[in-house]
């Protein structure tokens, strides 16, 4: 059974910084791409950013380039996100997930709240 469990989320200020977790089990993870998905208020899902089973190639979306970092422990089964320079926008629910869209296996999420 696919298991996903995000944490690290928080109440930071702008231009804070945050590194969010997510455990995974239940499959081969180092055989996935994974992606991390956010939800904000009154919005619909929106990817973020994706990274290769390997790790050796990343993508962004335009919001987040230069200020987020994605990366993975394929030893530990542990998907990352480093988030610097954080906005108000970029508060939401991160999930993880292995799925194209709509991305129905997710976790729980982790909430990232930016606010002075």
């Known amino acids: 059974q696919v298991q996903l469990v995000e944490s690290g989320g928080g109440l930071v200020q702008p231009g804070g910084s945050l590194t969010l977790s997510c455990a995974a089990s239940?499959?081969?993870?180092?055989?996935?791409?994974m992606v991390w998905v956010r939800q904000a208020p009154g919005k619909g899902l929106e990817w973020v950013s994706g990274?290769?089973?390997?790790?050796?190639?990343?993508y962004y979306t335009d919001a987040v380039k230069g200020r987020f970092t994605i990366s993975r422990d394929n030893d530990k089964d542990i998907l990352y996100l480093h988030m610097n320079n954080l906005k108000s926008d970029d508060t939401a629910v991160y999930y993880c997930?292995?799925?194209?869209?709509?991305?129905?296996?997710r976790g729980p999420g982790t909430q990232v709240t930016v606010s002075s």
């Open positions: 997930t292995k799925d194209n869209p709509p991305y129905n296996t």
């Open positions: 239940g499959f081969f993870f180092r055989r996935y791409y």
């Open positions: 990274i290769t089973s390997t790790g050796k190639e990343t």
